[in-house]
């Protein structure tokens, strides 16, 4: 068996043209232009190249972007003080603050001082206890992007047996809280799961997300399983330089799974798919409008 591919930078590029339609309609039945506000701290790379690729997608979907790149020293008054004006901007309807922060900011505070309904990472603790409880809330973006590629491959999830190889509060506990919402039974499990083989053996849909490269084997998935592989980590090339890997180890497991996601070009460009996604669908929620359709956590 040679699994399916799973082209995560197509799937993206086709919510990114929902999300232009949505954008276009607001603006031409409502005059109204979904805005997203980011915010940088400091100068780390990896930080300031994703803000650019978030600023950049913004534009192109026909969204307004507002960009804020404060000096690493800036204190913790200055970026609440800050945040709050942006809580109160009508024309921001979403807000990201860049993680990491630097050390002498709490990411805690400054994370749940976001108007939880302009949270469009969905991390404010009010959005993680929504979730939680199944009730309407920003959901954070890696794993919906996970579970509309799910809901994409297989239709209804109903009743499958999903593994979630992972328990950050940024994915592995709010992808189990999705998949418990499409009626999955789900198993959170992690690096001190007894058997951890003999578990994710037993899943239909397996998620790793628990930031070791190449952890799980093709031995530990079942025959025709679904593997979403959410990790993105360097490692050293035997002839030097490096290469990005997943969690799982791709070709071993890709000649047991029914699919699988690449890394890279898997779930990474649905990241920020469903950043903008969500941008819209907070749009949408201020102004008393129907959700758009296809793009949020809640079933078709």
Not at 176 to 184: E, I, K, M, V
Not at 205 to 233: L, S, Y
Not at 262 to 274: F, H, S, W
Request: charged share 20%.
């Amino acid at each position: 068996m040679t699994a399916t591919v799973i082209d995560g930078k197509a799937f993206a590029a086709k919510v990114c043209g929902q999300v232009a339609d949505h954008v276009a309609r607001l603006t031409a039945d409502h005059g109204i232009t979904p805005g997203l506000a980011v915010v940088l701290v400091g100068e780390d790379p990896a930080s300031q190249v994703y803000v650019r690729s978030k600023g950049k997608m913004t534009v192109e979907v026909g969204m307004a972007s507002f960009e804020h790149r404060l000096d690493v020293q800036t204190t913790e008054a200055d970026l609440l003080a800050l945040i709050d004006q942006l809580n109160n901007d009508p024309t921001v309807h979403g807000i990201l603050v860049q993680l990491p922060l630097p050390d002498h900011l709490d990411s805690d505070l400054v994370i749940n001082s976001i108007d939880p309904a302009k949270d469009v990472d969905g991390f404010h603790i009010s959005n993680v206890g929504l979730l939680g409880t199944g009730q309407k809330s920003m959901v954070p973006c890696t794993p919906l992007g996970c579970l509309m590629m799910l809901r994409d491959y297989h239709g209804s999830l109903s009743g499958l047996n999903a593994v979630v190889v992972g328990r950050s509060n940024i994915v592995g506990k709010p992808m189990a809280q999705l998949l418990l919402g499409d009626s999955c039974t789900v198993t959170i499990a992690h690096s001190r799961t007894k058997d951890l083989p003999g578990v994710v053996r037993q899943a239909d849909i397996v998620v790793a997300a628990v930031g070791r490269p190449q952890m799980v084997q093709g031995d530990w998935i079942k025959p025709g399983a679904t593997v979403i592989d959410v990790g993105i980590n360097r490692i050293e090339k035997p002839e030097g330089g490096t290469r990005l890997v997943g969690d799982v180890d791709y070709d071993s497991c890709a000649a047991v799974a029914g699919a699988i996601t690449p890394v890279p070009g898997g779930v990474g460009p649905m990241t920020i798919a469903c950043l903008l996604a969500n941008t819209v669908t907070a749009c949408c929620r201020a102004n008393g409008l129907d959700e758009p359709e296809g793009l949020t956590a809640t079933a078709s």
